[in-house]
């Protein structure tokens, strides 16, 4: 199996918009060289001013690139910029256009890792015409006023936003920004981000001087729906932690036209308490890990008492906590006893809560009941224990069932076909090498059998 640098771009590809279209892999490649290659090529002298959104738009208007699902050649520029995106994530997947790994840190244990996201983007869905998940492929409401944090918009107090959908041409020159410097909203750029309304503000004048203003949280809100807007929720890359298995979803393809940080560096009294948007943590901390400890005691000790158990050992753990088999980090589990061994010490069964997944979930939803989400975390785990003490565990099983459909709607039906298949026929080929002599041998005898009984 090729490797990804060399795996070639799909011959044809179903966009988001329901558009089917046809790539040349040997086009892009060769238009690719041209633009991204050595100073001297046609897009050497622009690297510097030019956004990499708008070099890989070059690279798909460039002779036999792209074209419609009957062969006609076809305009990039005229693609939602969601269809662009896609195509562009595909580029980087194949290697055609590069991609150098960035630089993460694991969610959940810290660890540095680097990685180049489009590199690990599942295309099943994409090649295969599978975008029909109800929840992945669902188009995004440009009819809605979305809400953001409060910001103000002249005298008024704004806390939603419409956008309009954008085409390749329309969006230009904000592709065209080269993400370096500090980004200035002007009014064309409004324009180019399709934000048709803030609150009743409409004029891309005022929406700019607001967004010029604007709290960090309410930009980090609006970038939030323009890349829910522009980037279908399949342009995710999922890496696996090699020291804690945790799960890392990262941004497919790694460079976007608008970055996820803030609109200017912060300064000193910026956080005034007055200010629409001022962040929501003066609302209350999360508990240290004493507080935190003593509430998991005593909503445990609730539990216990209805649904009739005890003996169950409970473990606060403030490490790094453990993962399900999708990777993600777990509120608490469970571990049965085990019998005496030969020493004669017996371990009673356990449940363990994992303070920093508690803390990591809060922090990230300012609506996160903590005394709720332990009370419903400990009676789950002692439902395992219920299960497990009847010889049967139906949830662990349903568990393991939803991490293997949601494995299936990342990667495809079709894409989920072809591996068990590869994978079939790879352990056919192990089984083979590992056991040829004792066939040889077994032939051999037999043969030696046939020519016996001729005689």
Request: net charge negative; proline share 9%; aromatic share 4%.
């Amino acid at each position: 199996m090729p490797s990804p640098a060399q795996r070639p771009l799909p011959a044809q590809v179903h966009l988001p918009s329901g558009t089917v279209v046809r790539l040349s892999d040997a086009a892009a490649r060769a238009e690719a060289a041209a633009i991204f290659g050595a100073p001297g090529g046609r897009g050497g002298d622009e690297r510097s001013s030019i956004g990499r959104c708008a070099r890989d738009v070059q690279v798909l208007a460039g002779p036999s690139v792209l074209a419609d699902a009957r062969g006609a050649p076809l305009d990039p520029l005229g693609l939602p910029l969601a269809d662009a995106h896609v195509l562009r994530a595909l580029l980087a997947s194949a290697g055609v256009v590069p991609e150098p790994p960035g630089a993460y840190t694991c969610e959940n244990c810290g660890a540095p890792f680097e990685v180049a996201p489009s590199r690990l983007l599942e295309i099943g869905p994409f090649t295969d015409g599978e975008l029909d998940d109800p929840e992945l492929d669902r188009p995004f409401d440009f009819g809605a006023l979305h809400p953001i944090p409060a910001l103000r918009v002249g005298r008024a107090v704004c806390r939603g936003v419409r956008l309009a959908e954008r085409t390749v041409e329309e969006a230009m020159p904000l592709l065209r920004l080269s993400g370096e410097g500090a980004l200035r909203i002007t009014p064309s750029l409004v324009v180019a981000m399709g934000i048709a309304a803030l609150g009743r503000e409409r004029r891309a004048k005022g929406i700019a001087d607001a967004l010029a203003a604007a709290p960090d949280e309410a930009w980090a809100a609006i970038v939030d729906l323009y890349h829910e807007a522009r980037y279908p929720a399949r342009l995710v890359a999922v890496h696996r932690c090699q020291g804690c298995g945790a799960r890392n979803d990262l941004d497919v393809p790694l460079e976007r036209e608008l970055a996820r940080a803030p609109l200017r560096a912060p300064e000193a009294g910026a956080d005034d308490p007055e200010e629409p948007g001022a962040p929501a943590r003066r609302a209350g901390a999360f508990p240290d890990l004493d507080a935190f400890e003593a509430r998991v005691r005593a909503a445990a000790e609730r539990i216990y008492a209805a649904r009739a158990v005890r003996n169950i050992d409970l473990f606060i753990d403030a490490g790094v906590p453990a993962c399900d088999d999708g990777g993600e980090p777990l509120l608490g589990c469970y571990t049965p006893g085990t019998p005496a061994d030969e020493l004669g010490i017996a371990r009673p069964p356990e449940i363990r809560i994992f303070y920093r997944t508690f803390r990591s979930e809060a922090r990230a939803d300012p609506g996160f009941d903590v005394d709720a989400e332990i009370a419903e975390t400990i009676d789950h785990e002692v439902t395992h224990h219920l299960h497990h003490l009847a010889g049967s565990d139906p949830l662990d099983d349903e568990e393991h069932a939803q991490i293997e459909r949601e494995e299936l709607r990342r990667i495809g039906h079709a894409e989920a076909a072809r591996r068990a298949r590869r994978g079939a026929l790879s352990d056919l080929a192990g089984f083979a090498r590992a056991t040829w002599p004792a066939w040889v041998i077994a032939a051999v005898g037999t043969a030696l059998a046939w020519c016996e009984g001729g005689r």
